[in-house]
């Protein structure tokens, strides 16, 4: 009985307690009257709007657009026409350089067909390293005469020469070498052909002539100067549209022999000349390497029965594996041999490789055999695999066997003995692969994908990346037309001309794709030519480039598409439409915007790239048209009193003076409009070095003026929003350091009051943030009863009152510091509240061209190679190896895997190319107004949230007294990291491509006797081009 009274007395006061806490919740989430905080809301909305309708002129602007409402119809955009047109277009564009090309190639053959060969000739000739200079008594020095330069807008405002052409010539290169010399007499004929194109057509860009003998030729000629190291790596035989011109696509395997004789230097050697053989490697090529001994070993073992397509980011990773290769062992060069071949035979089976030129790469010191019985077995006699052998090391022991090897397979043999040999002997396997096409006389005309200009970079000694021009090369090959050398298929070089993607832009007209609308343009990999969410530069103190700008897929960046329909459909080269639900960020990808894409696509004739354009449903998709002229329009829009020229790509600019305006206010700084086809007006109400943010509608702030593929950030936002809403935001980040002490409102008009009508302009204001916050604070401290007396405003200490947008980011807090600060960051239990409410949702997004901060040693093996210090050391050990010539490179095997690199092992950080994935959060239209509380340790807090009339913003008061143990929410990007088994699926994965149309792989005219000898640089050559080879390698 006892024991029953006991537990009903605890249970008394256990439902007391629980009671009295629940009294308590509820009597804190009571201390935040929803009528209160409506008033408040109401009170800040009409304000205002007031002054943005007053100031921007919204409501003057859409009475004047509905004068005009029965003379104009609303017209559908046509999205395949439009495509088609645009094609054709572009299609013309490049017509017209590929002529100019063209042009080149016949005048170059012609001057080539003309000339005698003279091995004594002496030559002046403009070099471009050496122009203009002077020796100590000032006089001019050889081959360095007066060359003429004056800047040149077209050319990027660099010092150029018009009239003439100039010869650049690689550091490991004699300037009067007789080739040399020969080449670049009878390429003077190039001149006039270079100034008649640009006189036909003064769009071009650069134009220039790169020879099989190493010079190349630039017009306008142009000053260019050596590193700080004083060289000129840039060697134009290993530039993408030299190697594709050259050459038809390839499937190589390397075989690098790691038997224990290729310690020491030759390994040093086989692994520079593989990453060689690497570099000349393109997109429409597929390769894979097995190094041997007695055992085969994949370098990359996930990739063991394929080959992978030679882009960047493969190369790098296969470049990586080449450290850990180490010599031991005997080599059994058959078994290599034998898989190689099967394999070459059961990729081309699959139709997924270049089925075009097939070649093995054997890398080694020696061959204790001719192998004829494999080679009988696999390639005669058709011989389509060719066969290129690299002997290693300076013995020639074994090199009739590799050489007959070589020419038995239409091949070609050479012996690097040095560091400062690869790169040349590389080389070598270029011209018999372009034997077939010369034989053909097939000028096959090649686009590269795009890619940041490099001429910058030798014509300035430091150039910031932002400078650089992204562009597209169209280059052709130049053959040897003589008759005695018809059969040895003499390649003379390949003459190109450079197109910049902004080129491209010019002829599709940004106010016919709408608000959001886009063109975009890819290569036959389906790699990104242009596109505006394409970023070649990363920010990090300053702008870089970012290492895989060239291979960024279109599955990247319309990521949406998870089965590739747009992809494939435009890398087949096909016609037609597709449409689906996309989220495109803003302002650095802090804000997004759903909304769905039609998207029409189809090829361009005559290159290997297809167009794409993208329209956005609804308003995206319509247009008006009317019998308006621009005279009317512009007086019926007179209330708007500066207009200033910020469409120059657009249909129309205008600029007439400042007429300063009375600005009763005090706060709001300057106006703007902006219409459709790209009209801006700009009215300021104080002086412009009075205001507060200088850059905004200025060239410096690109994101808020019209551009060739952007409207501003102001009208897409607005146009987002329901009709007579104003969006307000505050900027994120500039160089401008008072950039965030601003507010932008601005809101769309359209002529009909349904969906289908185009928004036709968008206008808005920029106030001081100090103005706009004063406002809020007093809206904050109406209140609704009778006496006047408030039981709470946003003063007292036990609430916060914020101010948040459509994305959560904070316009107005009690804590100055927090504006623009993402809400969740700040009030984490609240945000998270909404969030399961449905109040606001997350949105997650995925960032492929990301870059991630990674941690690795300062002695990074990978590039102890290419480190001058080491090539010092390995220069000291080439001499000694020469004194000591019976322990040449066998017992000195000790001192060669001494490591003269060795450095301090402290890491460092470095940005590294990375995917990652990122939320953003938007607000939910229906939700107009919520109350709600989160349940803290002992405590509730209560929160309301509020949507200010006719805007994009929240009022949120939030219960100061509870304390919450809830974390932030944030919006800070994460990597996502890949396992090995995801990475290797990655490797193998093999999207659709197109392969190009022509092909050449062999030609049954061509001389197989031209198969190379043991070229080895002389000893007194290699100790003078080893301390480039640092240079020579990242060319």
């Not at 040349?424 to 096409?437: Q, T």
């Not at 920029?766 to 405003?793: H, P, V, Y």
């Amino acid at each position: 009985m006892h024991i029953l009274q006991a537990f009903c007395s605890f249970s008394v006061i256990v439902w007391t307690s629980f009671s009295v806490t629940q009294a308590q919740a509820k009597e804190s989430q009571q201390q935040i009257p929803l009528n209160v905080v409506k008033l408040w809301a109401s009170a800040f909305g009409g304000e205002i709007k007031s002054i943005s309708a007053k100031y921007s002129g919204s409501q003057f602007l859409q009475k004047k657009y509905k004068e005009h409402e029965k003379t104009v119809s609303v017209q559908e955009i046509d999205g395949l026409q439009l495509v088609k047109k645009l094609a054709k277009d572009m299609e013309r564009m490049f017509r017209n350089k590929a002529e100019a090309v063209r042009r080149l190639v016949e005048a170059a053959e012609n001057a080539h067909l003309e000339h005698e060969y003279n091995s004594d000739l002496e030559y002046e000739y403009f070099n471009a390293v050496l122009i203009n200079e002077k020796d100590e008594n000032g006089n001019y020095v050889e081959l360095g005469k007066e060359f003429i330069l004056e800047p040149n807008e077209h050319f990027n405002n660099l010092p150029v020469n018009i009239s003439l052409s100039d010869v650049q010539i690689p550091t490991n290169k004699y300037n009067k070498d007789p080739a040399i010399v020969n080449g670049v007499s009878w390429s003077e004929a190039l001149n006039k052909i270079f100034v008649d194109n640009f006189e036909r057509d003064p769009s071009l860009l650069w134009q220039y002539f790169g020879s099989a003998n190493g010079f190349f030729r630039q017009y306008p000629g142009i000053k260019w100067e050596p590193d700080e190291n004083g060289v000129i790596a840039f060697d134009c035989r290993n530039r993408k549209w030299y190697i594709q011109a050259a050459t038809s696509p390839k499937d190589v395997i390397i075989l690098v022999d790691v038997s224990g004789s290729m310690k020491g230097l030759r390994m040093t050697i086989a692994k520079q000349t593989v990453s060689s053989i690497l570099d000349t490697l393109g997109d429409d090529d597929f390769f894979n390497i097995i190094a041997y001994n007695e055992e085969l070993h994949y370098v990359e073992p996930c990739i063991n029965d394929t080959l992978v397509q030679a882009d960047r980011n493969n190369k790098e990773h296969f470049r990586e594996h080449l450290d850990i290769l180490n010599a031991k062992g005997i080599g059994m060069l058959g078994f290599a041999l034998t898989e190689a071949f099967t394999l070459l035979k059961q990729f081309n089976a699959t139709g997924h490789g270049s089925t075009c030129s097939q070649a093995i790469m054997l890398v080694t010191d020696g061959a204790v055999d001719t192998y004829d019985t494999i080679f009988a077995k696999y390639n005669w006699p058709d011989q389509k695999v060719r066969i290129f052998a690299y002997l290693i090391g300076r013995e020639a022991v074994f090199s009739e066997n590799l050489k007959w090897m070589a020419c038995a397979n239409k091949g070609y043999f050479t012996q690097i003995s040095t560091l400062a040999d690869v790169q040349e002997n590389v080389m070598e396997y270029l011209h018999v692969l372009s034997r077939p096409k010369v034989i053909d006389q097939e000028h096959d005309i090649v686009w590269t994908e795009a890619y940041i200009d490099n001429t910058l970079p030798q014509a300035k000694k430091t150039v910031a990346d932002s400078e650089r021009v992204l562009m597209t090369t169209i280059a052709m090959p130049v053959f040897s037309k003589k008759n005695e050398t018809r059969t040895q298929g003499i390649l003379l070089g390949v003459v190109g001309t450079d197109v910049p993607v902004k080129e491209l832009l010019k002829v599709i007209p940004k106010y016919k794709l709408g608000i959001h609308g886009y063109a975009f343009a890819i290569t036959n990999n389906g790699y990104v030519l242009t596109h505006p969410d394409l970023r070649p530069l990363y920010e990090e103190g300053k702008r870089r480039r970012n290492p895989n700008y060239k291979s960024v897929d279109l599955s990247e960046l319309e990521w949406e598409d998870k089965d590739n329909i747009l992809r494939n459909g435009m890398v087949n080269r096909k016609t037609g439409k597709f449409s689906m639900e996309v989220k495109k960020t803003v302002e650095k990808g802090k804000r997004v915007l759903v909304m769905t894409n039609d998207y029409y696509y189809t090829d361009i004739k005559g290159t290997p790239f297809s167009l794409g354009v993208a329209l956005s449903r609804g308003h995206g998709k319509y247009f008006l048209q009317g019998n308006v002229t621009l005279e009317e329009g512009m007086h019926d829009i007179e209330y708007k009193e500066l207009a200033v020229p910020l469409a120059k790509q657009f249909q129309y600019s205008c600029n007439t003076r400042i007429y300063p305006t009375i600005n009763a206010d005090k706060g709001v700084e300057v106006s703007f409009l902006g219409t459709r086809t790209g009209l801006s007006r700009v009215n300021l109400f104080v002086g412009q070095e009075q205001r507060t943010n200088q850059d905004f509608l200025t060239a410096k702030d690109r994101e808020s003026i019209f551009t060739a593929d952007h409207f501003p950030l102001w009208y897409r936002k607005s146009a987002e929003q329901l009709p007579g809403t104003f969006v307000y935001s505050i900027p994120f980040s500039t160089e401008t350091e008072n950039k965030s002490n601003v507010v932008t409102a601005s809101t769309t008009v359209q002529l009909l009051d349904n969906r289908k009508s185009p928004v036709v302009a968008a206008v808005g204001i920029q106030m001081k943030l100090e103005f706009f916050q004063k406002k809020f604070w007093t809206a904050s401290r109406q209140c609704a009863s009778l006496d006047g007396k408030c039981t709470i405003n946003c003063d007292d200490e036990i609430i916060n009152c914020y101010l948040i947008d459509n994305n959560g980011f904070i316009l107005v807090s009690e804590n100055y510091d927090e504006t623009g600060t993402f809400f969740g960051e700040v009030e984490g239990a609240v945000m998270n509240k909404l969030l399961i409410m449905g109040s606001f949702k997350r949105i997650t997004l995925y960032d492929y061209q990301a870059m991630c901060k990674a941690t690795v040693d300062n002695s990074d093996s990978a590039h102890s190679l290419l480190d001058p210090y080491y090539v010092f050391f390995a220069a000291i050990k080439w001499i000694m190896t020469e004194l000591v010539l019976f322990l040449v490179e066998f017992n000195l095997c000790s001192l060669w895997n001494s490591d003269f690199t060795v450095k301090a092992q402290s890491p460092k950080q470095v940005l590294q190319p990375c995917d990652t994935e990122y939320p953003a959060f938007v607000s939910e239209r229906t939700i107009k107004e919520t109350t709600g509380a989160v349940s803290c340790e002992g405590c509730y807090k209560s929160f309301v949230i509020q949507q200010i009339p006719s805007s994009n913003l929240f009022m949120v008061v939030v219960d100061a007294s509870c304390d919450c143990p809830i974390g932030p929410i944030t919006m800070d990007p994460i990597e996502i990291m890949y396992n090995e088994s995801q990475k290797c699926d990655h490797l193998r994965s093999q999207k659709i491509r197109r392969r190009p149309d022509s092909c050449h792989p062999f030609h049954a005219e061509e001389n197989a006797r031209e198969c190379g000898g043991a070229l080895g640089l002389t000893p007194y050559l290699a100790i003078q081009l080893l301390p480039l080879t640092v240079a020579l390698s990242q060319t």
